[in-house]
């Protein structure tokens, strides 16, 4: 498989990105060296005064530039917009492997994503209603038909988000490579950015491994459901997907498998071969879809049940658990213990990580502190805790004391880049950095680069500060600066370090 991020037939910075400004392994590591001593080089961008104050007798904390270090994508959902759509099972982009834009791709595809459209909602700016006040059917519709007319409208609520993590990280992405800034609506040229960002989504693979090398992304881990390793769009179009994607498969839909009459478990039971019906052919059938997956290159599993349960997964005997039917509260929870702990079994046996939700929702139920018992059961299965907002201590105390549990960052700086900003500050002293690790868990690769130039500035500042701190020495503080942003996410995922 092609190492996403290297030359290759899309060398050429796409026209419409800005330059980036080169930032060399050596530039970097004298600029590091300079944090230490408490001076910048001159000839170097890589380093900058967080404190300007000349007053200060202190030497000055500095803040590093990682502009120039590679980041790993190990969690994303690029392609969860309007155009490319969604099926029964999810996200087109999530079940159908090369899936494309079923139609034009403009600005509101790439801002009114699932996470900014269901905070507007949220917070009482339903687009939809602003469509309706304008007598139109829908957004979609009225952005399709005036968009000059929706843009200025939703601008008016827009107003009230603007500082948001959503907002910004697609606002930053946009603004790193078109140049434009969708915050200056008297001077957007909506028409063109609509426009350009069509021709860059008619390729849209192209446009991904393009945008991944300008901006340093060294690779993609996307998480798909298990129909994803059989449905194609086309022949071509998944073969340009796989070039340069991983994935981790969906566990979260088998444990919805239980009703009397799904759909879903006949089509999956059709795919395997193997109609589940009782203990020995549930296991069967988890073993099919796990070989289907390991065929098709997967690297790990992945679950959010965070967002409807707790994550203690009792193990469950084999009498004490219904299959199928009319189940009641418990028999669904022991149902959905037994298939947590057979896919464990079976990620144990292959060697592979388990991404699993923590907080963010459900905040009652998401603590991550049960998820130590299943790190004990299963101690070959890395357990990747993702988002661990606002279990930030419950997490790095796992990660600290049990070898296979890690953290990765992702949606943190989505959800607001000072839930990263406290996390990168608690964990860099307390926890391994070897188990530190960041994605961006995006819808568009326009988010996930503004959310990288978040986390790239927040981690150099976290840096800075410990550099000054504790003297840390400029090998050192590379070192830091790598593992987090990419090696630490190779090893995990068996991807090659740097």
Not at 7 to 34: K, N, T, Y
Not at 104 to 125: E, I, K, N, Q, T
Request: glycine fraction near 6%.
């Amino acid at each position: 498989m092609a190492k996403a991020g290297h030359a290759d037939e899309h060398d050429a910075v796409p026209v419409s990105m800005p330059a980036l400004p080169a930032v060399s392994r050596r530039c970097f590591i004298a600029a590091s060296g300079a944090v230490a001593a408490g001076a910048a080089l001159a000839s170097c961008t890589s380093i900058s005064p967080n404190v300007t104050d000349p007053r200060r007798k202190e030497p000055q904390t500095m803040a590093v530039d990682l502009t120039g270090i590679p980041n790993l994508c190990t969690h994303e959902h690029w392609g969860s917009i309007d155009a490319i759509g969604t099926v029964s099972e999810g996200y087109r982009a999530d079940v159908e492997c090369g899936a494309t834009p079923s139609r034009r791709v403009d600005l509101f595809d790439l801002l009114l994503d699932p996470y900014f459209h269901g905070h507007l909602c949220a917070a009482g700016d339903d687009p939809n209603s602003l469509a309706r006040q304008a007598k139109r059917k829908d957004f979609g519709v009225w952005a399709r038909e005036a968009p000059q007319d929706a843009f200025s409208a939703l601008s008016s609520v827009m107003t009230r988000h603007a500082l948001t993590g959503t907002y910004q990280c697609t606002r930053r992405g946009v603004q790193r490579l078109y140049g434009v800034d969708i915050s200056d609506a008297d001077r957007l040229d909506l028409a063109e950015l609509n426009a350009r960002i069509a021709r860059n989504y008619a390729d849209i693979f192209g446009w991904y491994r393009q945008t991944m090398q300008h901006c340093r992304f060294s690779g993609l881990i996307r998480p798909v459901h298990p129909e994803f390793y059989v449905r194609e769009q086309s022949q071509a179009t998944a073969k340009a997907e796989h070039a340069f994607t991983r994935t981790v498969m969906r566990i979260d839909p088998l444990l919805d498998l239980w009703r009397r009459d799904s759909p879903r478990r006949a089509g999956l039971a059709q795919i395997t071969g193997v109609s589940p019906q009782d203990a020995g052919s549930w296991r069967a059938f988890l073993a099919k879809l796990f070989e289907l997956a390991e065929r098709n290159g997967a690297v790990g599993i992945k679950q959010l049940q965070a967002y409807t349960r707790t994550l203690e997964f009792r193990p469950r005997d084999d009498t004490t658990v219904t299959w199928i039917g009319d189940l009641d509260p418990d028999q669904v929870t022991a149902f959905k213990d037994w298939v947590v702990h057979e896919c464990c079994r079976l990620a144990n046996d292959r060697g592979w990580p388990h991404q699993i939700h923590v907080g963010t929702h459900n905040l009652e139920q998401s603590s991550p502190l049960p998820l130590g018992a299943l790190a004990e059961r299963y101690p070959d299965v890395k357990l990747v805790l993702l988002h661990c907002w606002p279990f930030l201590e419950e997490s790095g105390w796992l990660a600290k004391y049990h070898r296979n549990i890690y953290l990765d960052t992702c949606w943190m700086p989505v959800l607001n880049p000072a839930f990263y900003r406290e996390a990168m500050r608690m964990w860099l002293t307390y926890v391994p950095t070897s188990k530190i690790m960041c994605a961006h868990d995006s819808t568009s690769i326009e988010m996930a680069v503004g959310s990288s130039l978040f986390a790239r500035e927040l981690l150099g500042q976290a840096l800075g500060e410990q550099a000054h701190a504790l003297s840390l020495s400029s090998t050192a503080l590379e070192r830091v600066a790598l593992d987090i942003l990419h090696n630490n996410g190779a090893a995990v995922y068996g991807m090659s370090r740097l």
